[in-house]
């Protein structure tokens, strides 16, 4: 899709004999007012689903479809379908019909689903390789493998499965004896060194879910060849845990055609900027960089449970136009309920996305991509769940890991950062989270230790502790204090500097701000902060540079940040400082000077993202600050006013002259609103 205009892509139900030719009147009317380029029709989706549809069930569906995919193509628009169940989401009191002898996916207490089919059932395979065979003979442009192709979240089963007979004999034939369930469990959780019954659990589930997207994809291209098949997506994480392949899930999908993906984004309803940000950041994003370079990436805006009452209009117009942050091709619009009732033209969306749409052709046209992005590169992976090592060993989401941190801090403070996914950075900054480091030989931590600067959150630099590798940090020693104990209670700047205009800034260190990381350093190590007590008694280090020769002939240094604070469960709003923001700022000006990573000074929740072509450079600003700001101010090296234009909604055309130099910054007089994203290009 690289090359044409950004592809909106609606989704919806209209069902077969209930009103079904005002339904389609209404749709054209919509699709004509929204420009809209495709319609992903359901069939049987949520309301009115009834568990996994039988081949007589689906045929009124078919013929519907057929019968409107040649009345959108009167106007243009094209018709994929998106049948809403593969495993099936949940059982919802659903059970399995006659003739359906699907062997039903078992959760890891024991417990079996009423209707969430095992992905190794020969039954399930045969019936899914049928009816994806039936839809494609309609010659849809797309055909779409609905988000229950997952292991997790089948309700009512325990995070999900698959722990079933058929998987106990796989497992037991990988571990080369028979082994029961209770007893693959807990080992494959077990805290401390991964069990090897980890590894057997992650590339069985791995090998099943790529061998279903197999059948899937060779039943679609033996009907229609030129048909693409499209995968939608959750949480990385997530996924993690259930051993994905992106690459051989999507391949086998797609078949002869690109990868096609539709990653979630992070709200079914209007939720506060600032927090949708943070979720793009980290997780969407981070979905853009692990799937294969050629993959055309669809993101999701959904809302749920209804129109306007989850998702206004100034909120779908901010995810279409931030979705360009993952590189997309397009949007697909789940902006109306699925029980029938079409489209509802009284909501007004068809106005607002014909509005923005010349705005989000241009940012289409300038060709960004997650593997162009720049900036600090948070270092992830797509399998780390073979690495870490649980804390308790009672529950399948120990396996998540957490590697994302630093993609929602540096967004929020408003510094340019990428994702590297193959542990080979090439950008002089990267920022180290969670366990990762767990994925690298000792030698190649240490090369990553090479870099001009390096940013640890606590738990990174536990885990360096814990492998023997603290004193390429500069660490001694590490304890944790937990946040709910009382020891400490906020952190003071002790370096000498006045950040904001105070001297002796605090920032709090109660406010869900993590857990604090106590930690002894060696020689080297500059303090730039203090963890106190209520009672202002020191209690550990707080940010600490670490300064340690290159190895070079230049006498160049390397810098270890270390930010003390780790366990964080989720978004931890105590690091949103803005003490904390110009901290970090400064230090990244301090030790990496004209190589310092472009950012926004002054303002939160300014995401900056940077994006180098061959030819130009791309700066993305996005206002989730909640306010509008009258003018914007940029720090970063290279950035000539007199050669930069501007890209924004409400100019049809590109306009110049809104840079101009200002001391070590450069502003942007146009401002930036409330939930406005903005390009600056520059040559």
Known sequence: MTGERFQYILRCTIEPGHHEEERLDSLVAFCTDATIDDVMLFILGEELNTGHPTMAEIEPWMQFIARAKARLAEIGVTTSINPWATLLHADRGRMLKPGQAFERMVDPTGRQAGAVACPLCPAWLDYIAETYRRYAQVQPSALWVEDDFRLHNHAPLAWGGCFCERHMVEFSRLAGRRVERDEFVRAALRPGAPHPYRSLWLQAARDAMVAAATRIGDAVHSVSPKTRVGLMSSDPAVHCAEGRSWEGILRALAGPTAPLLRPNLPAYSDTPPQQYLWGLSAASRQCAAFVPGDTDLLPEVENSPYPRFSKSNRFVAFQVETSALLGSAGITMNLFDMMGNGVLNS??????????????????????????????????????????????????????????????????????NAFCTDGKPDQPAVAVSGQYVRNLGPDAVAALFARSVVLLDGDAADTLCDMGLGHLAGIEKLEWIDQGNGRCSYEQVVDGRRYLGISGARASCQNLAGDAAAISYGPGAEHLTQVCGPEGRNVCPGVTLVRTPSGGQDGSQRHVVVWPYGRFGGRPPGQLNPIRQAVLQELLWRTMGASAPTMVTDDPHIGLFTFSMQDRRVILL????????????????????????ELCRDVPTPVRGTLVDEGPCVVVRSGLRNMETKALVLA
Not at 361 to 379: E, N, P
Not at 627 to 633: E, F, N, Q
């Open 347 to 416: 909501e007004r969306y068809q106005y607002t996305l014909a509005s923005i749409r010349p705005f989000v052709d241009r940012l289409h046209a300038l060709g960004l991509r997650s593997a162009r992005a720049t900036g600090v590169q948070v270092m992830v992976c797509p399998g780390s769940s073979w690495t870490l090592r649980t804390q308790h060993g009672r529950s399948m989401a120990e396996l998540y890991p957490s590697e994302t941190f630093w993609a929602g801090l540096l967004t929020a403070y408003g510094i340019a």
């Open 622 to 645: 996005v206002n989730g600050s909640g306010d509008d700001l009258a003018a914007v101010r940029i720090r970063g090296a290279g950035i000539r006013p007199d050669g930069a234009y």
